[in-house]
């Protein structure tokens, strides 16, 4: 519908050789952020910045996302996203931050249901 999938398994890319620096973080995200374009502003956001990973609503009103980029990229991702906030500010904050293995097989940054 409209352009979206829904994450099926297997719909991963190819395994590539990744960046060297290359990083991977599991982010937790709890305030306003549900109902504000949170997940599509992120999804833009990572496409321009070269990040790669998901991002997910989940049922307890926080958000849920993988972040994989250098940390040139990940530092891009945070800043432009601040920015595209900036006209509509939001009140969110990073409840959890743990670095995760790199996935080889991450090729884009996608929408989960």
């Not at 952020?33 to 956001?45: A, D, E, K």
Request: with cysteine; aromatic share 12%; charged share 30%.
């Amino acid at each position: 519908m409209f352009g979206m999938k829904r994450d099926e398994p297997g719909e991963t890319g190819e395994a590539r050789e990744l960046p060297t620096g290359t990083r991977r973080l599991a982010l937790r995200f709890v305030g306003q952020v549900q109902g504000v374009g949170f997940r599509w502003t992120s999804q833009r956001v990572a496409d321009r910045s070269g990040c790669t990973g998901w991002v997910r609503n989940e049922p307890d009103g926080s958000v849920s996302m993988e972040l994989q980029g250098t940390d040139d990229q990940i530092a891009s991702f945070f800043g432009n996203f601040q920015q595209a906030y900036s006209r509509f500010p939001i009140d969110y904050r990073i409840d959890e931050k743990s670095e995760i293995e790199p996935d080889p097989a991450s090729v884009d940054f996608r929408v989960k249901f």
